[in-house]
């Protein structure tokens, strides 16, 4: 039975990755763990097979409070891994966590296929971002020798022994103090109560950003319209081809404004949720483990209720983008002038997808809280 302070790695992957590779990426897992345990004498607990009630159950555990060292996020790195809603979710969920408790070394991502945005210097995709940011594992070329060649077997007993190593590093670590952006400058470490009303000021303007957003995407929403009526008359003058492909150039210079707006909207968006995110989560724990007096009970709740509303607000907005993206499909084949056009929108949308993620863990935690000491909801 695994128990909350054993080693552990959970590795995240697409299914389909692995198809290609024939199961080579869970085989390398397994083999990761072994060598793990021939050099330890001690037991690496992998998790690889999400669909294992095992894997939810143990990230739920270890995910709050026990990564204390031992627990590592180990995300197998591919173009499709990027596209892949669960899996940015998880490493989003991660690295808050591992943040808010001064333990990203416990992130430990593996690049299997190239994935060139890693070499961009500012890389506008948050994920790619914490992927660049960390001493990721090239796995690239190995992929491509035998499993029982020296060269692979030598590099998995370096990444084993590269675990031992983090574990060794980070079994001192404290949790650092509860920081947050613009949060006021003190020489006492602030009390939970302060800590809140902190983040009530950090908290950036994210309804007036999604407002802006949306905005933006009616904006473009009725320059397609127009375009789409357009080209209707255009047919029935027997324009033909040429003046469908002349008015879709003509609407791709049309959007490149917007768009250019979209994406900066939604840089500005991902940025201010991701720095904001280690903070909430230390604020979390901090309720969690210290309890909430007679006194707070009120500004606690309230408080909670505020994000609980605002993850509402962001959960509401995502349908819609979701339906929006899913528009996007049509204009994206009608022709080149388009397809760059149609690649900034997605990636704008994404940064508000990911979003999602970090407020759907943000409600989890609080309802945890909420529960356990059993605060009213906030009004």
Not at 56 to 72: N, V, Y
Request: proline content about 5%; aromatic content about 8%.
């Amino acid at each position: 039975m695994t128990t909350n302070t054993s080693p552990a790695g959970f590795w995240s992957y697409t299914h389909r990755d692995d198809e290609i590779e024939e199961g080579r990426i869970r085989r390398l897992a397994i083999k990761i763990a072994n060598e793990f345990e021939g050099v330890t004498a001690d037991e690496f607990d992998v998790f690889i097979d999400k669909k294992d009630i095992r894997w939810g159950d143990e990230w739920r555990k270890r995910i709050d409070s026990a990564l204390a060292g031992s627990t590592f996020f180990m995300p197998v790195i591919t173009p499709r891994f990027l596209k892949s809603e669960e899996c940015r979710r998880e490493i989003l969920t991660f690295v808050g966590h591992a943040k808010s408790l001064g333990l990203e070394e416990l992130l430990l991502p593996i690049l299997y296929f190239d994935v060139p945005q890693l070499q961009e210097q500012n890389p506008s995709d948050e994920v790619v971002a914490l992927v660049a940011e960390r001493q990721y594992v090239d796995w690239t070329k190995l992929r491509l020798e035998r499993e029982d060649s020296p060269d692979y077997r030598k590099e998995v007993n370096r990444l084993a022994v590269r675990l031992v190593e983090i574990i060794e590093q980070t079994a001192e670590i404290e949790p650092p103090p509860v920081l947050l952006p613009d949060s006021a400058d003190t020489d006492d470490e602030p009390g939970v109560l302060e800590l809140m009303a902190d983040a009530e000021i950090a908290l950036p303007g994210w309804a007036l950003v999604m407002e802006s957003f949306n905005a933006t995407v009616r904006e473009i929403g009725e320059r397609v319209t127009q375009a789409n009526e357009e080209a209707s008359l255009s047919d029935a003058r027997g324009g033909g081809f040429a003046g469908r492909l002349r008015l879709t150039h003509e609407l791709a210079e049309d959007l490149a404004d917007p768009v250019e707006r979209m994406s900066q909207l939604g840089n500005e968006y991902s940025a201010a949720i991701v720095s904001i995110d280690p903070g909430l989560l230390g604020i979390f724990r901090m309720v969690e483990a210290e309890g909430v007096t007679a006194d707070g009970v009120e500004q606690v709740s309230s408080f909670f209720h505020v994000i609980r509303e605002a993850g509402e607000q962001n959960r509401l907005m995502v349908e819609g983008l979701q339906e929006f993206a899913a528009s996007l499909e049509g204009p994206s084949n009608l022709s080149r002038s388009m397809r760059p056009i149609i690649k900034k929108m997605r990636a704008a949308l994404q940064h508000f997808m990911d979003g999602k993620a970090v407020w759907d863990e943000w409600e989890r935690r609080i309802n945890e809280v909420s529960e356990r000491l059993s605060l009213p909801h906030g009004e």
